[in-house]
């Protein structure tokens, strides 16, 4: 049976949008067509799939559910969330600029401070969180209003309606990376976002096994661009990737409202710890996006970023004393992950005005037993902090 999913609540969406059960042998799960190349009758007569670079029947399924579930038009999945990012700057000329924030992963800075800037684009960093900053960095070239909401890793809160709102008479297009919240949680295009974008590799594919993109529109003549650019540049998905993050998808919902309520209980631990100096978690009521954040997302999300009273070297001790938590980069898995930014996932911002301090930890909190989570921070801090003391 084949339902018209589109119509259907956003969990049914994700388990079955591109994903009916395969017509020739009736398997429920869609096959992983681990294939290049495709047979044609005759030359220039097939069945819609020519070369895999092109088009991929697995990776098919990936455009089509994550197009549902952002409700956008199209989308279009690459190797790695930069790989989606570059892809993007496609649709860019040399001359153009790009605002982006000031908080943002090292390595999209990274990209479009080394490479995308090579060919002639101009970027320049702001507190996208400030609306006054936004309208006074805009400069009559922008091309690109680039957000991350919640931000990586000091989890500012951006308002993308008042953002779309603010550029509607400006030329300047909106893209969300909406890696930390994922699509269950918060929807940017029906905010006024023109792009978003995902690294598949986080919650989306939610287990830590693939690194992969995806970026999703509603613009027709930027899908063109885009798909041409998708072909001739080939920084494609392969088929057993876009399976697994087809298969991460099934249960993003679940995972995402444990994520939030384990991340929740773990702020709220932190935010009363003597030895944490301050906490980035949008759920907390103090926190400054608190309110615009409770109107454009479902929940907060399983980020959770801290410092630490201290210096950099009990940062550093803290990060490698915890059990459960493992010291990895990335985020967005089943597991716990702790991180030092500075050092780690934000090392490639060391010197631009944009550094993260030294203090900072940031927590990627998993579905593990909530109170295993806590405990493990609790023996961690204790552990650590006062032997510090007494150095
Ligand atoms: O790693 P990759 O799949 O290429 O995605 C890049 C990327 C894009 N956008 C955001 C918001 C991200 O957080 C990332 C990757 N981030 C990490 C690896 C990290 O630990 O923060």
């Known amino acids: 049976m084949t339902s018209n999913w589109q119509e259907s609540a956003f969990e049914t969406r994700a388990i079955h949008v591109g994903q009916d059960p395969d017509p020739t042998t009736g398997a429920v799960i869609p096959p992983i067509y681990q294939t290049s190349t495709y047979v044609q009758e005759a030359v220039g007569v097939h069945k819609g799939y020519e070369y895999s670079r092109t088009d991929n029947p697995t990776r098919t399924a990936l455009h089509e559910v994550m197009a549902a579930l952002e409700g956008g038009a199209w989308a279009l999945a690459y190797a790695s969330g930069l790989a989606a990012t570059q892809n993007l700057a496609y ?76 550029i509607v008479d400006h030329p300047a297009r909106l893209v969300v990376d909406n890696t930390f919240a994922s699509p269950y949680l918060q929807q940017p295009l029906s905010l006024g976002a023109d792009y978003v974008l995902h690294s598949t590799t986080k919650y989306l594919g939610g287990h830590s096994d693939v690194v992969g993109g995806v970026v999703v529109g509603n613009d027709p003549d930027a899908y063109e661009t885009l798909k ?65 954040a409770q109107r454009q997302m479902r929940d907060f999300s399983g980020m959770v970023s801290f410092t630490v009273r201290g210096d950099f070297e009990v940062a550093a001790e803290v990060a490698k004393s915890t059990k459960v938590f493992q010291l990895a980069e990335s985020l967005g898995g089943v597991e716990s992950l702790i991180e030092h930014p500075g050092q780690m996932t934000h090392a490639s911002v060391a010197g631009t005005g944009a550094e993260v301090e030294d203090t900072l930890i940031r927590l990627s909190v998993g579905i593990e037993n909530v109170t295993d989570l806590v405990d493990d921070l609790e023996q961690a801090l204790a552990a650590v902090i006062p032997a510090a003391a007494l150095r």
């Open 91 to 166: 649709l860019l000329n040399p001359g153009d600029h790009v605002l982006l924030s000031d908080d943002t992963y090292g390595g999209t800075y990274r990209l479009f401070a080394k490479v995308i800037g090579r060919y002639g684009i101009d970027f320049s960093l702001a507190d996208l969180s400030d609306l006054d900053a936004v309208r006074a960095a805009l400069r009559p070239n922008t091309r690109f209003v680039w957000v991350e909401t919640p931000t990586n890793p000091y989890l500012k809160i951006v308002d993308i309606r008042a953002i779309a709102g603010i």
């Open 228 to 292: 041409f650019h998708q072909n001739a540049a080939g920084a494609v998905p392969g088929p057993f990737d876009c399976w697994l993050t087809l298969r991460g998808i099934k249960t993003l919902a679940v995972r995402m409202d444990r994520h939030s309520a384990n991340a929740r209980a773990v702020a709220e631990f932190l935010h009363r710890h003597e030895f944490v100096d301050r906490v980035f978690y949008p759920g907390l009521p103090d926190h400054l996006g608190h309110d615009i």
